[in-house]
């Protein structure tokens, strides 16, 4: 790959981290001129959950269309690309691989440098797409459906992981909890939607604390309480989903607001980015900020688009790391998980 050219003006994105392939053009580091992505859901869902086969093979059906989409959307073409980043992990590695190697062709073929992102690194500085941006150090949450991690993110280049979940994520968690209700996958959206009609109060569900690692978290047995709970009130009747949801939701969010405000006040950080698919959670948006304002501190949420996976996210960690010359070499690979000390 050549030397990294300073300041790409046109930088193309890629994601195919999980079940969306996506791309976005990012222009001068700031300005998102597109942003596209095919969620492969309506594949998954008939099936309860990702099946990384078939998920694989549909990027490999689906990058070509989504990455001119976003070249014409952005007004230009491939002649108008200065710089390529790629998610290379954490993820599923046949996903992983469709994007990698297109992107490696398309850098190769026009000669322009290309870096490899971090996904979760993308996630916690998907917040500078907004205007509103906060200062660096901040406290980064990523709730996703495969991570609950906590970071104090020193800049667009590194951030410290100090907490992540022992066994279930927080959107695993409302993934399993809506199949035991026999909802759809993905859970986190419906539960959510029926939790507004539901009495948060309804079920005592427990909170995991952890008083040795406190800024760990544990949600599996919540859900196992929930699954005990369901049983139980099956024998009796129609089961009270509403209830039941928002009882779940509020555990949920309880744990993810008080351990990260928490957070905060141990490392005297008065920022705080909540990014992931769980972070379009309208009860965790409004009580994050609500008790964030409370302790004179000030939460910040990505927009939903750029909270679920996305390629404009991976565009912001892409552009910084070209800057400083991060580049990938030929024969880069990808990798499904790090070890966790490292972002
Ligand atoms: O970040 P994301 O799009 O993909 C991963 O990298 O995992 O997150 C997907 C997860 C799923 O587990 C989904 O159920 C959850 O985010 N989710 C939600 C909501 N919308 C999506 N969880 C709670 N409330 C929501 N409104
Ligand atoms: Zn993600």
């Known amino acids: 790959m050549t030397a990294a050219k300073l300041h790409p003006r046109n930088l193309l994105a890629i994601e ?8 976005a053009v990012l222009r001068n580091g700031k300005r998102l001129l597109s942003n596209i992505v095919a ?14 086969e078939l998920a694989s093979r549909h990027h490999l059906e689906d990058i070509l269309r989504v990455v001119e989409k976003a070249l014409i959307d952005a007004g230009t073409d491939r002649s108008g690309i200065d710089a390529i980043a ?22 190769i073929a026009r000669d ?14 998907s ?40 066994d279930d994520a927080a959107g695993e968690a409302f993934d399993k909890v809506a199949k035991i ?13 029926l939790a507004e009609d539901g009495d948060p109060r309804a079920f005592a569900y427990p909170r995991a604390r952890l008083p040795k690692t406190p800024f760990d978290f544990s949600f599996s047995g ?19 989903l509403e209830d039941i949801c928002a009882s779940f939701q509020e555990a949920v969010v309880d744990v993810l607001v008080d351990k990260t405000l928490s957070a905060a006040r141990h490392y005297g950080i008065r920022e705080i980015v909540v990014s992931g698919g769980v972070a379009t959670n309208s009860r965790l948006r409004a009580g994050m900020t609500e008790k964030a304002q409370k302790l004179g501190y000030e939460a910040y949420f990505p927009d939903p688009e750029f909270c679920t996976d996305n390629a404009g996210m991976v565009a912001v ?25 490292v972002l």
């Not at 996703?144 to 992540?164: P, R």
């Not at 209700?181 to 939607?193: F, W």
Request: aromatic share 8%; with cysteine; charged share 15%.
């Open 39 to 52: 969620s492969q859901v309506h594949i998954h869902r008939e099936y309860g959950g990702i099946v990384p």
């Open 112 to 125: 322009i440098p290309l870096t490899g992102v971090n996904h979760l690194h993308a996630h916690v500085t």
């Open 127 to 166: 917040i500078f797409l907004q205007d509103r941006t906060p200062s660096f150090p901040y406290v980064g949450l990523v709730v996703s459906g495969g991570h609950t991690n906590l970071y104090i993110v020193k800049n667009f280049l590194s951030a410290e992981l100090f907490g992540q979940t022992r």
């Open 181 to 193: 209700l026999g909802l759809e996958y993905p859970g986190g959206p419906i539960v959510s939607r």
């Open 16 to 23: 195919t981290s999980c079940d969306e392939t996506a791309a």
């Open 86 to 107: 790629v998610t290379q992990g954490p993820g599923l590695v046949g996903s992983l691989v469709v994007g990698l190697s297109f992107a490696k062709a398309l850098a």
């Open 222 to 240: 919540l859900k196992t309480s929930v699954l005990t709970s369901v049983r139980k009130m099956s024998e009796q009747g129609p089961l009270p």
């Open 317 to 341: 960690t892409g552009y910084h790391q070209i800057n400083a010359g991060i580049l990938l070499k030929d024969d880069a690979d990808v990798y499904s998980k790090l070890p966790i000390d």
